[in-house]
């Protein structure tokens, strides 16, 4: 198995890319990680050079540069270099922390999407109550969806469940205004009659926002507006809550100041937990293209080349290939 890394994308790269790197190679045995990017800055993080291919580029895509443009005018640039390697098959997926935009419009343009998938969506394994997690796309890869789009996710969510995340029969449920079936845009009460009629997918029907986190379902379907929101709505409050906390033990009194020391073990966990998830796919392309956040560590670039291994391990992309493209619609 061959994994492309933009080792030159993120806030932090190279050095957290690399360091991410070294600690997945450790477990990952069977995966050679091909890293593009400058050549003397990955060495100098780099732990030593087994099951690593570095390959040299001149050229690193910035996060203002605009998404169609730099693909085509920076093609020696280690985003561009790296899904390249998958396009010609010689990776089987791409990992990168840098630009959203220009890693989906590389995807689009290089991996290209599964026929009938009108549409890839972007998304990403996050925390329950409960610590099962769910998958929630689509995360902002769209504006506007379709019925048909909400169709197409609930499907590419689900197959990514059961085949990466080995969950049988994974709950799918539509983001709505509410639980009732009458309530919803047009295009979620569509995307709920068709739903309810398919027989291939486990759908449970409309969950609120609210529900998300309680592990009510295994897969949430929403627009990419809506979805990316809701996204951006629960990073904000748990990064809020914690700064409250932490706000709350400092200015507190010495009890409060004791009772935070003894606690600050299990609070720095569950903050753990919270970003657990890995990265963010682009389901619905031809082969894994996966992002991880512009700021992870090298304990979070590790995790998502995990969750790469699995969805090359577990060929979710071939399956999606050959459901979609053998399918009457």
Do not use: C, W
């Amino acid at each position: 198995m061959k994994i492309a890394i933009d080792a030159m994308g993120g806030d932090f790269a190279p050095e957290n890319i690399v360091k991410g790197v070294n600690l997945a190679k450790k477990e990952l045995t069977n995966v050679t990680f091909q890293l593009y990017g400058d050549k003397a800055q990955i060495e100098e993080y780099l732990e030593d050079e087994q099951n690593v291919e570095i390959i040299e580029t001149t050229e690193v895509i910035d996060f203002h540069d605009d998404p169609v443009a730099v693909i085509k005018s920076k093609k020696d640039s280690s985003l561009v270099r790296a899904v390249t390697a998958v396009k010609k098959g010689e990776a089987d997926a791409v990992l990168s922390a840098g630009s959203t935009g220009a890693l989906l419009t590389a995807g689009l343009m290089l991996v290209k999407r599964i026929k009938q998938v009108s549409r890839p969506a972007l998304m990403s394994t996050l925390p329950t109550l409960d610590g099962r997690g769910f998958d929630m796309l689509d995360l902002g890869a769209n504006t506007e969806n379709t019925a048909q789009h909400l169709v197409d996710f609930a499907i590419l969510g689900a197959y990514y469940a059961e085949n990466v995340r080995g969950i049988t029969q994974p709950r799918v449920a539509l983001i709505s205004n509410g639980a009732e079936e009458s309530k919803g845009s047009p295009a979620v009460k569509e995307a709920h009659a068709l739903l309810s009629a398919m027989t291939e997918i486990n759908f449970i029907g409309n969950i609120e926002s609210r529900d998300i986190l309680e592990g009510s379902a295994d897969v949430v379907v929403a627009d990419g507006f809506t979805g990316n929101a809701i996204l951006k709505s629960i990073e904000g409050t748990m990064s809020g809550v914690f700064k409250l906390i932490k706000s709350t033990i400092k200015n507190g009194s010495l009890k409060t100041k004791i009772g935070g020391a003894l606690v600050a073990p299990a609070l720095a966990s569950l903050k753990d937990l919270a970003g657990s998830g890995g990265g963010a796919a682009f389901v619905g392309l031809k082969a894994p293209v996966v992002k991880a956040h512009g700021n992870s560590g090298a304990e979070e670039i590790a995790q998502a080349l995990r969750q790469v291994h699995k969805m090359v391990d577990s060929d979710v992309s071939g399956k999606l290939v050959n459901h979609f493209e053998n399918m009457n619609k």
